[in-house]
């Protein structure tokens, strides 16, 4: 079975910093694009951030540009997104997600891109 599995959500306070993980398995994602969104309650999903294959391009959304970093781990089937200097409105659900055909770079800030999806990781910044 093929499925992304997020973690590292939580609790923190503004100015603080969490790291998000996503592990993907049943296949390969390693000639991928994949990225990161995320949905507040009562909102619209929306794009955060997402790379690419070999980390050839990252695109951000203007909102997180400069605090948050999307990254690929070794094994290029695990994707992080550190984020750091956090504020209220980054409280979300955050979700992972992979276009299902290899070395392909679709309109990355686009949802509609994007074939499979993780079941998303709360994130919540409030002192």
């Known amino acids: 079975q093929v499925q992304l599995v997020e973690s590292g959500g939580g609790l923190v306070q503004p100015g603080g910093s969490l790291r998000l993980s996503c592990v993907a398995s049943g296949r390969t994602f390693s000639r991928n694009v994949m990225g990161w969104f995320r949905q507040a309650p009562g909102k619209e999903r929306e794009f955060v951030a997402a790379i690419t294959w070999s980390s050839i391009r990252r695109d951000y959304a203007d909102s997180v540009k400069g605090r948050f970093t999307i990254s690929r781990g070794s094994a290029e089937n695990t994707v992080y997104l550190q984020m750091n200097s956090l504020k209220p409105e980054d409280t979300a659900v955050y979700y992972c997600?992979?276009?299902?055909?290899?070395?392909?770079?679709?309109?990355?800030?686009?949802?509609?891109?994007?074939?499979?999806w993780g079941q998303g990781t709360q994130v919540t910044v409030s002192s």
């Open positions: 997600a992979a276009v299902g055909t290899e070395f392909t770079i679709p309109t990355m800030e686009s949802s509609y891109e994007y074939d499979l």
